[in-house]
Every structure is written in C-alpha cells, then in structure tokens.
C-alpha cells in the first residue's frame, strides 16, 4: 500500500470512527494542521470543525459507513477516490461520490473537496 492510499485509508477510518478520542488521533494522523473539507451540505476548517462535522453525520446516520469505491487515483499533489456510505447492515448505499484532495507538503490531507452524485432517501433525526 503506498503512502497516499494509507492517507486515503485514514480518511475513510476518520469517517467511520464513532469513539470522539480515537476520531480525533485519525484526524490528526490523517489531516495538516490547517486543513479544510468542503462538500454541498457541510464545510470545515480545522481540527475540531472536522471532528464536529463527522460526529453530526454520525448522528444523522448512526451505523452507516464509508466505504472506498474503486481505485485511489493520483498524480503530483492531487487525489481523487470514489465512496459511498453504506447502511448498516452493508448492503445497498444511501449516497455516493467522488472526493478530490490536495495534499499538505507533509503528506496530509491539506483540502478535500466531495462532490455528491447520488443520494436515496435520507433519514430524519
């Protein structure tokens, strides 16, 4: 496994991590310092706004997971992968997409951008 799609594997962890310490080790491990996501539905900056983004998905999806969908592709400082969050029981998807990224010079997560392609029907809470 080569260094970025270990980052690549960090991220979906981090988004699959429901315990707040161990969320927080892979968000440092995983993300640069001054790091920022943005999608249609949430944005962040920093530590702590991505650590609070990926507890409220938890929240409006409890048991759901993120899961890798194909290849990790890559070139320069660039990343693009496709997921798709699963339902619990990890069958069918209620949402998938295509995440870009652009790494930190150290390795990390410096900017990720998602891009939403489809989604089922979303549950309320």
């Known amino acids: 496994m080569t260094d970025i799609e270990q980052t690549v594997e960090g991220y979906f962890d981090m988004w699959n991590e429901t315990d707040p310490a161990r969320r927080r080790e892979l968000i ?11 999608d249609p539905m949430f944005s962040a900056d920093g530590y702590e706004e991505l ?11 409890p048991g759901h997971r993120f899961r890798l969908t194909g290849a990790v592709d890559t070139h ?50």
């Open 51 to 61: 650590d609070e983004m990926v507890a409220g998905v938890h929240h409006q999806f």
């Open 28 to 38: 440092e491990r995983t993300w640069a310092p001054v790091a920022s996501y943005v």
């Open 76 to 125: 320069h400082n660039r990343v693009r992968w496709g997921w798709e969050l699963a339902t619990p029981d990890g069958g069918g998807a209620v949402a998938s997409g295509v995440d870009f990224a652009v790494l930190a010079t150290d390795g990390r997560l410096g900017e990720v951008t998602g891009f939403i392609e489809a989604v089922a029907a979303v549950p309320t809470r």
